[in-house]
């Protein structure tokens, strides 16, 4: 005779929300964040009123930045915002990578001025690891795609 053994679910240890309050929660975070893949192809797309802001600082921006951001440092944004980012315009924020909040900071800074923001999640890591080119102070550079993290060959995930 066999036992009846029961497995205890890490997973579902905590119940899945209900799927309209999960539906709500997805869609308030696609309000609010971006991925590189997105905040590319609109940036080579030329969508109007959008602007991609590098916080980071200047020793970070000399070493690489995203083609076409601009540069503002968190600590400069309340004093700067107004002089480099149109009004109405709608902000990416993006900093180093996934361990570091410091878009999180600048897209509340931008919030707290009254411009629409996402935040890029990736970061500046995540455009370099999936093959996208970037500036730096002596140029042009790109590296290959990491296959952790986009499709070889710079074929679109379509997710």
Known sequence: ??????TTSAVLST????????????AARLAFEADVSDVRA????????LVVVDSRSEAAWAQGHIPGAVHLPTARIAELAAELVPAGATVVTYCWGPGCNGATRA???FARLGYPVKEMIGGFEYWVREGFPFDTAQGTEQRPVDELTAPRGGIACAC
């Open 107 to 109: 897209a509340l800074a």
């Open 15 to 26: 119940p899945a929300a209900e799927p309209a309050v999960a539906a709500a929660h997805y």
């Open 1 to 6: 005779m066999t036992t009846p053994t029961t």
């Open 42 to 49: 609109d940036l080579q797309a030329g969508v109007p009123g």
